[in-house]
């Protein structure tokens, strides 16, 4: 056991051995039932006389905290979690470098139902960003897990190339060519999770002070990583086809931004898909004034109705696009395995900022992914995901129908995970975040995906694709019940 002891600080060198053990009962840290070193071990360990251990152990042993068991050792005795006592010679104030904006960013209060539901008996969460993973056959993958470490053994579970995993690449190519995105396993790389591509990709091509063009509301990890960088995100509306692009052009001029973030198949959070000519426009404008593209298409295989559109990258003959998507919305959250497509000298550098941050992906889930879908498994999933989804989808929108208020404005979604909500006039946002916390059903606030913070009306993103359809009535119902004392 490491013990920090300063010999030079005045403080007695049992107080300090009794603090440490102290703290690290009482925040969980030592467990109950751990057994302590015993005293000769420790005293040689610190360097410090037997008695010092000993008295150490005595007062903790008075306050109930540890037990000695005859022929057996000291152990800690199960005393519950309790708020640590200060450490001797504490600051009262943390570090300069801690203070400021850190401060403020970790005493901000993150008021979203789908955490303060929690304490509902039967919370009914419509606020997550994910589909439902128990559709997903964790034997199957077990069994591809499985396969790769025993046939690939040491290889399957060492660092492998930072580029991903070249059968698994290529199959990425393939499932793309199906969807009309010709590539090739060479343009693709492999990352952990979208998020960590869109990360790539703003890093590389951002720089404090720039200004950044995206849909507004957009998705909110997006802003927090533009935000984080110090860069400027400028949102321009969107209608039922889309983002404005009548728009696009004069923002182009305004601003001179130096990227174009977007998701043009069923948006998050509004679900709203854009239209084939204004993707064409989009790539027009983006040529014109040389702005590159970022496009995420986290969930673009769940399409319900309507026809299939191209991806702006499948539209792209010039390598203005970089094209950003996911397997951990359609498989697992946890999964971690994201991909991007990008062409000319740009892969090149994604792939060192790849490297610089983690290396490389999971080589072993990369492997255990290939095999899953090499046997066509990924389609199989796909195609009855979808089906599920499409249910889930008219349940909540009839469950809409008959529990909400008429003043409710809802599009409809074609695809994807969403349902994006626009409350009557006059609801204070607050006050419905407390009637649905009570009420034990949880949603995303829109503002949340909004540019500036704000939108003009108070509007709900409900994730339909998590919950059952038994519990989307009842989500809903609640929802109404807080709506109609409020409407």
């Known amino acids: 056991m490491r013990i920090p002891i300063e010999r030079e600080g005045g403080f007695p060198l049992y107080q300090q051995i009794e603090t440490f053990l102290r703290q690290s009962i009482e925040s969980g840290s030592l467990a109950a039932g751990t057994r302590l070193p015993a005293v000769r071990r420790l005293a040689e360990n610190l360097q410090v006389n037997r008695i010092t251990v000993e008295t150490a152990y005595d007062r903790l042993e008075a306050d109930g905290l540890i037990a000695g068991r005859q022929g057996s050792g000291t152990y800690v005795l199960d005393v519950g979690r309790r708020t640590p006592a200060k450490g001797i010679g504490e600051k009262e104030v943390w570090p300069l470098w801690q203070q400021g904006p850190l401060a403020r960013v970790r005493n901000e209060r993150f008021n979203s139902p ?6 509902h008996p039967r919370p009914i969460n419509f606020g997550g960003g994910i589909g439902d993973p128990h559709l997903l056959s964790f034997r199957d993958f077990g069994l591809s897990i499985q396969k790769v470490i025993r046939r690939q053994g040491d290889i399957g579970c060492s660092y492998g190339d930072p580029r991903g995993f070249v059968p698994l690449r290529t199959t990425i190519a393939q499932i793309l060519a199906s969807q009309g995105l010709q590539t090739t396993a060479d343009s693709i790389l492999i ?10 990709a703003a890093q590389l091509l951002l720089r404090p002070g720039d200004v950044v063009v995206t849909e507004n509301p957009t998705y909110s990890g997006a802003l927090d990583i533009f935000r984080s960088l110090d860069v400027l995100p400028v949102g321009i509306d969107l209608d039922g086809d889309g983002l404005q692009v009548d728009r696009l052009e004069d923002v182009f001029r305004q601003h001179h931004p130096k990227l174009l973030y977007t998701i043009p198949n069923y948006q998050n959070p509004t679900g709203i898909c854009l239209s084939t000519p204004r993707r064409r426009q989009i790539l027009e404008l983006a040529e014109r004034y040389n702005v590159p593209i970022l496009e995420d298409d986290y969930v673009g295989d769940l399409r319900y109705e309507g026809c299939a ?11 203005m696009v970089i094209y950003v998507s996911t397997f951990s919305k359609m498989l697992m959250p946890d999964l971690r395995i994201g991909f991007l497509v990008a062409d000319g000298p740009v892969y090149d550098s994604l792939l060192k900022r790849k490297c610089l941050s983690d ?4 080589n072993l889930l990369q492997r255990s992914l290939a095999d899953f879908l090499s046997v066509g498994r990924y389609q199989a999933h796909l195609r009855r995901s979808c ?29 994807g995970f969403y349902a994006w909500l626009k409350m009557p006039a006059g609801i204070a946002a607050d006050d419905l ?4 916390c009570r009420e034990g059903v949880g949603y995303a606030e829109g503002s949340q995906s909004a540019v500036d913070g704000r939108l003009p009306d108070l509007c709900l993103r409900l994730n339909f694709a998590y919950q059952p359809e038994d519990e989307i009535e009842e989500g809903i119902r609640r929802l109404g019940r807080v709506l109609g004392v409020l409407c």
Do not use: N, W
Request: some cysteine.
């Open 433 to 436: 975040f407390r009637r649905c």
């Open 387 to 415: 089906r599920i989804y499409r249910r889930r989808r008219d349940a909540m929108l009839a469950a809409i129908g008959r529990h909400l208020p008429a003043a409710v404005e809802l599009t409809p979604p074609k695809g």
């Open 191 to 200: 990352t952990t999770g979208s998020q960590q591509a869109i990360m790539l």
């Open 309 to 319: 559109r191209p991806a702006l990258k499948g539209l792209d003959r010039c390598g």
């Open 114 to 119: 789908q955490q303060v539901a929690g304490g």
């Open 359 to 362: 290396l490389a992906t999971s």
